[in-house]
Every structure is written in structure tokens, then in C-alpha cells.
């Protein structure tokens, strides 16, 4: 895997782990943060469009 490249072999259970953690967690904090960060000023459809980016590239990254 490309996010391990480079990771001691010892290390690469660690690297993983961090790895997936990052990319289960990410999604999570943004789809948190963005509605809160927005609030009324920002329209609904913006707030989606992020959302659906973020999903993407969550997507392409598994």
C-alpha cells in the first residue's frame, strides 16, 4: 500500500492502523464541523457539494 511505503516493517501494523483511523475519523469531524461552520450564511447545497467532494476522495482512498 502507497501510505506504508517507506515504513519499517515492524512499523506497518502502526502505519495502518493510523492510516484507517484517520480515514474513519476524518469524515466524521468535517460532516460535524461544516454544518456548524456554515450555520445559515452558507447555502444548504455548498454544504452538500463538501460533503459529497469529502465522501469521494474518502472513497478513492480505501
Known sequence: MLATEGV?????????GVLN????????VLSAVLPALGG???PPTATA???AVL???NHLTK
Open 49 to 51: 457539494v463538501a460533503l
Open 8 to 16: 519499517p516493517p515492524q512499523r506497518t501494523g502502526l502505519a495502518g
Open 55 to 57: 465522501g469521494l476522495l
Open 40 to 42: 445559515d450564511a452558507r
Open 21 to 28: 483511523s484517520a480515514m474513519e475519523l476524518g469524515p466524521t
